[in-house]
């Protein structure tokens, strides 16, 4: 068992957090869910997982021009298989594992 930890910025907190009540359930629980659903993408074709990249890419660079303050710690107990597919996901995005996990949450919450 791992704990992934980052930070948050504001805004994405407050979704988080809206998304946990909404459900009745705690932010981690969310969390290992937006993991959960991306990582179900490497069943598909692999058109639709380089256009989940692609998009990925685009958010990293978009949050990357803009300066955003990271408030707020979040953090999620995973499985040692999910956290050699994010080690693996973050060097195909080239970034650190707790930028990878940060914007597959942003792409969870955009999407559900």
């Known amino acids: 068992m791992h704990t992934i930890s980052f930070r948050l910025p504001r805004y994405l907190h407050e979704k988080l957090e809206s998304l946990s009540q909404e459900r009745g359930c ?3 629980d969310v969390m290992r869910e937006a993991l ?3 990582f179900s993408h490497f069943f598909k074709p ?3 997982l380089r ?3 692609r998009r990925l890419r685009a958010l990293r ?4 021009s803009r300066r955003i303050t990271l408030e707020f710690t979040a953090s999620v ?3 040692s ?3 050699r597919k994010l080690s693996k996901e973050s060097r195909k995005l080239r970034c650190s594992e707790h930028q990878a996990a940060r914007l597959i949450l ?3 919450l955009e999407k559900y």
């Open 61 to 64: 660079q978009n949050t990357r």
């Open 46 to 48: 692999r058109r639709a």
């Open 36 to 38: 959960q659903k991306y």
């Open 51 to 53: 256009d989940v990249r």
């Open 77 to 79: 107990p995973v499985s």
């Open 26 to 28: 705690n932010m981690s």
């Open 81 to 83: 298989k999910v956290f």
């Open 106 to 108: 942003l792409w969870y």
